[in-house]
């Protein structure tokens, strides 16, 4: 399936990072909906070397149509943080 419905429960959000995670403290994947309310989500590292981090969507958590934007957020040790590159993603309404 190549599209998320709002509303949609059976999704992972996984992002690459581009740098490496291995003095990573606290990861998110952060968002803004399309109504302009902004977020985060606990991201899990899957792969600290190759710098890869996902979240496991919750029921209500894509509660909204329309354009999302996504990014990755890492704060390391020493309190240094790295926000990554927006990614724009559609969310569809179902049945249309």
Not at 60 to 81: E, L, M, N, P, S
């Amino acid at each position: 399936m190549n599209r998320i419905y709002a509303g949609q429960s059976s999704l992972v959000i996984r992002t690459h990072t581009s740098c490496s995670l291995s003095e990573a403290v606290e990861c998110q994947i952060r968002y803004r909906k399309p109504d302009g309310t902004d977020g985060a989500f606990p991201a899990l590292i899957e792969d600290s070397l190759e710098g890869i981090i996902s979240y496991t969507v919750s029921e209500g958590d894509i509660d909204q149509y329309g354009h999302w934007r996504f990014w990755a957020w890492v704060r390391f040790t020493g309190d240094k943080c790295a926000p990554g590159d927006v990614q724009k993603v559609f969310i569809r309404r179902e049945g249309r």
